[in-house]
């Protein structure tokens, strides 16, 4: 897939406010009219799967009965896939204005004015019509589009083969009172990260040679065992208990050198009863689990903390590196390499528990209820361990981090150096700052037009927000309940019709937490769902034609929903909306609306 877009916020609407061209140039013919403009992108991704499986399996009864009854499974497959991917930027072509071929300085902002009322100049422009040269700054320049800087999801490939192995047995003992289940897979992964070569035009290109790549082998083993004990005719205790080793994501990189993730491990256990009641007319289950994973691999603001590393250490080098610099650009790449690794995701524990319960009644020959009812506590753990470490960051609490940024009383963001730890990051960053007078972590501006005080400000930010968001079960409804009922007409001029309807409750979501760490809940949920349905033959027609329609959301609950409680260190318990309308929150979610789904099956 080729795909050229302007992405992000782009394009905006904007005014033209400048009266001349350039400072003292001649007069704007533009100036007054509003316009859109933007950055075009380019992304190119090109992936390929391919996949062969073999299975087999056997029944065993053998002839004396107290050996049971078994089933037997083996399964083999082999995987092969090639992924990679570049994401581009328009750009003068040749690095002009910066060592990174994609770097702000290099872009090219593409703008379009618009005549207002006149709706056909309404646009941000056509890709395929842009210039192939530019006049600028005395020169002329052809344009190109020039790949972000290497590895990663946005520019980068992987070639991976996996070989799954797999074997399963189920066994019926003691006249099928006893079941029990054994399974063990075994996945062995060659994960090929492929290389880079340079091109003056494009940047970092993907060298499609595997044999010029890293090699990367892992091997994941998942085992599994469970028991089923039917103690009485009406009476099962049942328990299962799992554990696995799992492969990483393809492409998903971590800090801190921006290599593949390591393996995740992960258990489960659930135990719990079965009945089964009148004949089969009432049956019941009730089930506690628990489940843990370590070292999960998730995106969230990872892009956020690679970006940021990527503009700082530009900002620094526009600083740092030239003639009567600290830096040539030769010693200043490897130190650049160093603290931009290319990443794309970060790792987490994952731990959860809970209670599920399920009624299921056959009230009549036609008239069946269900009814539903769980307790989940959930959240990850531990994120982003390792990226914290890169940086050096601090914890405050067993969750947020220490904010070693300030502002003083002239607005200017001040970084306290006793904040950070030693030999991370940001210690680096503070020791290229006292290289050079323009490079002050308080002034020197990245592309962003902040200082790389502010910048290091909103990494501590946005990982204090994802943290919390996370780790303090922000989001979570622990307690759901769920009703259906449907009846199925057997006689009269209704037969072959269903009607059923369901109603769905869940507890309020955790928005946040008071000064004294008391949960604060959000706002409960709550829908009822319909189910109409006709059954028939039709003649010269074998078999039944079933048609069904399902409204989700019958009656269009759709008020948004408070996600977010607005806090803030001089507001712990949150702000006051003027006026008396009560507090503030600062994220919601939107309901789904009222969803019909017709469906038409044929069985036959």
Do not use: C
Not at 82 to 105: E, I, M, Q
Not at 279 to 301: K, N, Q
């Amino acid at each position: 897939a080729e795909v050229t877009l302007m992405n992000g916020n782009s394009p905006p609407m904007r005014g033209e406010a400048n009266l001349t061209l350039g400072i003292g140039g001649p007069p704007n013919p533009y100036a007054g009219r509003m316009y859109f403009d933007g950055t075009w992108t380019r992304d190119i991704h090109f992936g390929e799967t391919r996949e062969t499986r073999l299975s087999a399996s056997w029944s065993l009864e053998p002839r004396r009965a107290w050996l049971g009854r078994h089933r037997l499974a083996a399964a083999y497959s082999l995987g092969e896939v090639t992924d990679a991917r570049a994401n581009s930027w328009l750009v003068l072509a040749g690095r002009p204005y910066g060592t990174d071929p994609s770097g702000v300085n290099n872009r090219i902002i593409v703008r379009n004015y618009l005549t207002e009322g006149s709706y056909g100049t309404y646009r941000a422009g056509d890709w395929r019509r842009l210039p192939s040269s530019i006049n600028f700054d005395g020169r002329t320049f052809q344009t190109a589009y020039a790949n972000v800087a290497s590895g990663g999801a946005d520019n980068g490939g992987m070639m991976q083969r996996i070989g799954s192995s797999m074997a399963a047995a189920q066994s019926f003992l003691f006249s099928g009172r006893l079941v029990t289940t054994l399974g063990l897979r075994e996945d062995r992964v060659r994960n090929t990260q492929l290389a880079y070569f340079n091109d003056p035009v494009r940047g970092d290109v993907v060298d499609g040679d595997p044999a010029r790549g890293v090699v990367n082998r892992m091997l994941g083993r998942t085992r599994s065992a469970g028991v089923v004990w039917h103690a009485t005719s009406w009476l099962s205790v049942i328990a299962n208990r799992s554990s696995n080793v799992g492969v990483p994501p393809l492409a998903r990189t971590t800090f801190p050198e921006g290599n593949l993730a390591p393996l995740s491990k992960g258990r489960g256990l659930d135990y719990g009863i079965g009945l089964d009641l009148l004949e089969g007319r009432l049956s019941s289950r009730l089930v506690y689990f628990e489940g843990s994973e370590r070292g999960r691999v998730t995106a969230p603001v990872a892009n956020v903390l690679r970006d940021a590393n990527i503009r700082v250490m530009e900002a620094f080098g526009g600083a740092l590196v030239g003639t009567g610099l600290p830096f040539s650009a030769a010693q200043w790449d490897p130190v650049r390499k160093a603290y931009t690794p290319p990443v794309n995701a970060i790792s987490n524990d994952f731990d959860a528990r809970g209670l599920e319960a399920r009624i299921t009644a056959n009230l009549t020959r036609g008239w069946r209820l269900l009814a539903n009812y769980s307790y989940t506590d959930s959240g990850r753990v531990g994120l982003a361990g390792e990226a914290i470490n890169w940086y050096g960051f601090k914890q405050a609490d067993s969750v947020v981090l220490v904010q070693g940024v300030s502002q003083n009383a002239a607005g200017q963001y001040v970084v306290d150096p006793a904040a950070y730890l030693a030999g991370g990051a940001v210690a680096k960053w503070i020791e290229l700052s006292r290289l050079h007078p323009s490079a002050a972590l308080g002034t020197l501006t990245t592309s962003t037009g902040v200082p790389v005080a502010r910048e290091i400000f909103d990494l501590v930010d946005t990982l204090n927000a994802e943290k919390e968001a996370q780790q303090k079960r922000w989001g979570v409804r622990p307690h759901k309940v769920s009703l259906f009922s449907a009846y199925d007409f057997r006689e009269g001029r209704l037969a072959g019709f269903t009607a059923g309807a369901g109603w769905r409750w869940r507890s309020g979501n955790v928005i946040g937490e008071s000064s004294q760490g008391r949960e604060i809940r959000g706002s409960i949920i709550t829908a009822a769902d319909l189910l109409l349905g006709y059954s028939r033959r039709f003649a010269r027609l074998p078999g039944r034609v079933r048609f069904q329609l399902n409204v989700t959301n019958l009656l269009d609950r759709t008020d948004i929903i408070p996600a977010r409680f607005a806090t803030s260190a001089s507001a712990p318990d949150g702000f006051i909306l003027p006026g008396g309308r009560g507090v503030a929150y600062s994220r919601y979610d939107l309901v789904a609306p009222r969803e019909f789904r017709f469906t038409t099956t044929w069985s036959y």
